[in-house]
């Protein structure tokens, strides 16, 4: 499910008020919230709710029993787990990357690229940017089996700097994949997705940054030593 810039706000805006105070909340409160109508924050809640990112509750409050004073609350939907630290995810993912199958790359690929737009509805920066990496370091060890590319890609991430390496290779990369012979809708997809990663890349810490380096490394010396 790719979610648009507008639909990610509003749900961002209700994932952090339900994690900051463990209540659920009124359509009219996120309107005050995001400074738009009521009715447009009415409508965006039926959407989000269709595709089971939040949950639509009638209920009552303790003080308010009467007949007729039933409350519209809203809240994330709780089968949407909170994820696992990136730190345990690191090396399965490696793993899976190693041994994906030809024939399982294309939905590996949608998989992560999902888990980078989820992420980014949450406003998880260090997240979106992790799992787009991890795409990309996909599709680039089955591009690059060795050679002038591979090396360059190689001397890329090795960048003193790894917010400019890591966003040079995303370029190449990118690049890369658009050559070998992409959908346009992939394509678009894709090109919004780096540019949403050019500008959290730069907010996210070093610490964060230089272990998607690390990552990505890894992932193109396991492809190369396989051969």
């Not at 024939?103 to 920066?125: G, I, M, R, W, Y």
């Not at 990118?174 to 959290?200: D, M």
Request: proline residues 4%; contains cysteine.
């Amino acid at each position: 499910m790719t979610l648009t810039k507008r639909r990610k706000q509003f749900l961002t805006a209700i994932q952090k008020y339900y994690e900051a105070t463990g209540e659920p909340l009124h359509y009219e409160d996120l309107a005050r919230l995001l400074s738009v109508s009521k009715w447009t924050a009415y409508d965006m809640v039926r959407e989000l709710a269709k595709d089971g990112l939040v949950i639509i509750e009638y209920t009552t409050k303790q003080e308010e029993r009467q007949v007729g004073r039933s409350r519209l609350s809203i809240r994330p939907s709780a089968l949407v787990p909170s994820p696992a630290p990136l730190s345990e995810e690191n090396e399965r993912i490696l793993t899976e990357i190693q041994d994906c199958h030809p024939d399982k790359v294309k939905p590996f690929f949608q998989n992560l690229l999902e888990t980078a737009h989820n992420a980014s509805a949450s406003n998880s920066k260090e997240r979106f940017c992790f799992y787009l990496v991890a795409a990309l370091a996909l599709l680039s060890t089955r591009l690059l089996r060795g050679g002038g590319m591979a090396n360059v890609l190689q001397t890329l991430l090795a960048v003193s700097r790894p917010e400019v390496g890591l966003v040079a290779a995303v370029g190449l990369t990118l690049g890369l994949i658009i050559r070998a012979g992409i959908s346009p809708e992939t394509k678009i997809n894709l090109q919004e997705l780096v540019t949403y990663f050019q500008e959290y890349v730069g907010e996210i810490t070093d610490e964060e940054r230089q272990n998607m380096k690390v990552f990505w490394q890894t992932a193109l010396e396991q492809n190369l030593t396989r051969g």
